[in-house]
């Protein structure tokens, strides 16, 4: 997807990926020797800073959040549940985002806000 350039011919494409960015932002340091041979307009992780957005998907960990915030910064992050996979029980979505590593901005951002701004930004 990224190789083809298809972030470069439509630049407001937004893509929301599940399970912490499938795990593709534990890697991003190993994906960059791409950078050399894709012939992409930017490095490929500056591809997901601003054009993807990561959820936890069912997987609630902390060390993950702080990874993703310092690789993508919480406006790329959105909170969502692995539903009906791995269902939330006794609070634990909220008890997830009320115990996180993160100012009050920051946790109202992955709660919320972060969805509401890019659904505001839907053109048809």
Do not use: K
Request: aromatic share 12%.
């Amino acid at each position: 997807m990224i190789v083809s350039g298809l972030f470069d011919r439509f630049p407001d494409l937004q893509v929301i990926l599940g399970h912490w960015g499938e795990v593709v932002l534990f890697y991003l340091d190993r994906i960059a020797v791409l950078d050399r041979v894709a012939h992409l307009q930017r490095p490929v992780a500056e591809y997901f800073r601003t054009n993807v957005f990561i959820t936890p998907g069912g997987i609630s960990s902390h060390r993950y959040l702080r990874w993703s915030l310092e690789t993508v910064g919480a406006e790329r992050i959105m909170y969502a549940t692995d539903y009906p996979f791995n269902r939330e029980r006794d609070g634990s979505a909220r008890r997830f985002l009320d115990t996180a590593p993160v100012s009050a901005a920051d946790r109202e951002r992955i709660a919320f806000r972060n969805w509401e701004e890019l659904v505001a930004g839907i053109r048809c």
